[in-house]
């Protein structure tokens, strides 16, 4: 089956930099676009970063110049490279396979498999 492992989550100061990974296992990763969503407590889940099968990126408004997403099919991984992290960035990140084309790339109805999520803390 899927399997979507997050690390790289820690607590860290503002303007501090962390680097998030996903690894997958069970598919064909090269074949998926893939993404970054995040959760902060008593908010909703919010897209951060996509990059699909072909290398087309999309990053949220809110982290445009920050965070840098990539990835390595030879190693099934996606990374999300975070500097300059601010107080409102502190959430649970998590990595999201697309299986589906109905929505826009922050859509999370039209991703199937989910990771446990990395913990990201952001203090002042």
């Known amino acids: 089956q899927v399997r979507l492992v997050e690390s790289g989550g820690d607590s860290v100061q503002a303007g501090g930099s962390l680097r998030l990974t996903c690894t997958a296992s069970?598919?064909?990763?090269?074949?998926?676009?893939m993404a970054w969503f995040r959760q902060a407590p008593g908010k909703a889940r919010e897209g951060v970063s996509y990059?699909?099968?072909?290398?087309?990126?999309h990053y949220a408004d809110f982290v445009q110049g920050r965070f840098t997403v990539s990835r390595d099919d030879a190693k099934n991984m996606v990374t999300l490279q975070m500097n300059g992290l601010k107080v409102e960035d502190t959430a649970m990140y998590y990595c999201?396979?697309?299986?589906?084309?109905?929505?826009?790339?922050?859509?999370?109805?039209?991703?199937?498999?989910w990771g446990q999520g990395t913990q990201v803390t952001v203090s002042s």
């Open positions: 990059i699909s099968a072909g290398g087309t990126i």
């Open positions: 069970g598919l064909t990763f090269a074949d998926y676009s």
């Open positions: 999201a396979r697309r299986a589906v084309y109905r929505g826009w790339w922050y859509s999370a109805d039209d991703f199937d498999n």
